[in-house]
């Protein structure tokens, strides 16, 4: 029996608990075993924190045999690959972001000045070059944390993965999911990464099992342009790649925190070379002049 390391919120387990029952179809037995994370209980800024530390507990359980199996969200994970783990993406979920928001409200009919929570950059930057007027407060916290801010009155609205709404079934309560075109996502968003232990035979064989090639291919693609900008996963960078008709298209944006300067780049050809793909994405962001926006 398989050990799937996971953090305890009900997203994270809801995640784990899928890649719990793929395995299963293909074979392979594993149950789910809960890892603490600091950013379980230090409700600090993600921004002040690292996002690392939901991940970094998660690869030390690992690493010590804790646990055979590790899940993340992927754009949580640092774009540098660490030798001691190997790494699949399954099928990937909607890589979108949505808006939760009083009185059914969309981005373009929320009321003058109204108050949105998200502490992305990526998030609070796109927000802002499409509503300079729109104000945004700090969130953290699970899904009914963050939506009940809204249902209390204290936000007007917030933002959200929808692949997050969706993997714990409350997609119907987004009031606007946003064009991933218009609005891009977050490198990998939507996308999960299962790891085990380079040197663990059996464990690789089953997470192999469930690998998802062009999910894989896109994720990586989106996580070359984050890291040949050499910006960290909460810096103002979005990424977006899809695969139609065997074409690969990937999108990237580096946009002002003020949302007064936006770049935007993209690059199309195999998804073989999802690689090179990112990493021309990336080289023409810096042409335009990203680096000055990311420093």
Same mark, same amino acid.
């Not at 179809?25 to 149950?31: K, P, V």
């Not at 969309?106 to 802002?128: D, E, N, Y």
């Not at 933002?159 to 997609?171: F, H, K, M, N």
């Not at 999108?251 to 780049?265: E, F, Q, W």
């Given at each position: 029996?398989?050990?799937?390391?996971?953090?305890?919120?009900?997203l994270a387990t809801?995640?784990?608990?899928?890649?719990?029952?793929?395995?299963?179809?293909?074979?392979?037995?594993?149950?789910?075993?809960?890892?603490?994370?600091?950013?379980?209980?230090?409700?600090?800024?993600?921004?002040?924190?690292?996002?690392?530390?939901?991940?970094?507990?998660?690869?030390?359980?690992?690493?010590?045999?804790?646990?055979?199996? @590790?899940?993340? !969200?992927?754009? +949580?994970?640092?774009?540098?690959?660490?030798?001691?783990?190997?790494? &699949? %993406?399954?099928? $990937?979920?909607?890589?979108?972001?949505?808006?939760?928001?009083?009185?059914?409200?969309?981005?373009?009919?929320?009321?003058?000045?109204?108050?949105?929570?998200?502490?992305?950059?990526?998030?609070?930057?796109?927000?802002?070059?499409?509503?300079?007027?729109?104000?945004?407060?700090?969130?953290?916290?699970?899904?009914?944390t963050r939506m009940?801010?809204?249902?209390?009155?204290?936000?007007?609205?917030?933002?959200?993965?929808?692949?997050?709404?969706?993997?714990?079934?409350?997609?119907?309560?987004?009031?606007?999911?946003?064009?991933?075109?218009?609005?891009?996502?977050?490198?990998?968003?939507?996308?999960?990464?299962?790891?085990?232990?380079?040197?663990?035979?059996?464990?690789?064989? @089953?997470?192999? !099992?469930?690998? +998802?090639?062009?999910?894989?291919?896109?994720?990586?693609?989106?996580? &070359? %342009?984050?890291? $040949?900008?050499?910006?960290?996963?909460?810096?103002?960078?979005?990424?977006?790649?899809?695969?139609?008709?065997?074409?690969?298209?990937?999108?990237?944006?580096?946009?002002?925190?003020?949302?007064?300067?936006?770049?935007?780049?993209?690059?199309?050809?195999?998804?073989?070379?999802?690689?090179?793909?990112?990493?021309?994405?990336?080289?023409?962001?810096?042409?335009?002049?990203?680096?000055?926006?990311?420093?």
């Amino acid at each position: 029996m398989l050990k799937i390391g996971t953090r305890g919120s009900l997203l994270a387990t809801t995640q784990s608990g899928h890649v719990r029952d793929a395995l299963a179809q293909h074979g392979f037995s594993a149950q789910l075993h809960i890892v603490t994370t600091l950013g379980d209980v230090n409700m600090a800024p993600v921004e002040r924190i690292g996002v690392g530390v939901f991940t970094q507990a998660l690869r030390d359980a690992l690493a010590a045999g804790e646990c055979d199996i @590790a899940v993340h !969200s992927l754009k +949580d994970l640092p774009t540098t690959p660490d030798e001691r783990f190997f790494m &699949v %993406v399954p099928t $990937r979920a909607d890589a979108r972001d949505c808006l939760i928001a009083r009185d059914g409200h969309t981005l373009r009919t929320l009321p003058h000045k109204a108050v949105v929570g998200t502490g992305a950059p990526r998030r609070i930057s796109q927000l802002k070059a499409l509503r300079p007027d729109i104000e945004t407060r700090p969130l953290r916290g699970n899904i009914d944390t963050r939506m009940g801010k809204v249902a209390s009155g204290e936000l007007d609205a917030v933002i959200l993965a929808y692949a997050g709404l969706s993997r714990v079934e409350r997609q119907g309560e987004a009031t606007d999911v946003f064009d991933p075109h218009e609005f891009l996502p977050a490198p990998a968003q939507g996308a999960l990464a299962v790891e085990c232990r380079a040197d663990d035979e059996i464990a690789k064989a @089953a997470i192999s !099992s469930i690998l +998802d090639p062009e999910a894989f291919a896109c994720a990586q693609a989106e996580r &070359v %342009v984050l890291n $040949r900008l050499e910006a960290g996963c909460t810096a103002p960078v979005a990424a977006y790649a899809t695969i139609t008709d065997g074409v690969m298209e990937v999108h990237g944006s580096v946009t002002k925190l003020d949302g007064s300067c936006s770049m935007r780049a993209q690059a199309h050809g195999s998804p073989h070379d999802s690689v090179a793909l990112g990493e021309e994405v990336a080289a023409k962001l810096l042409a335009k002049g990203a680096a000055i926006i990311l420093d």
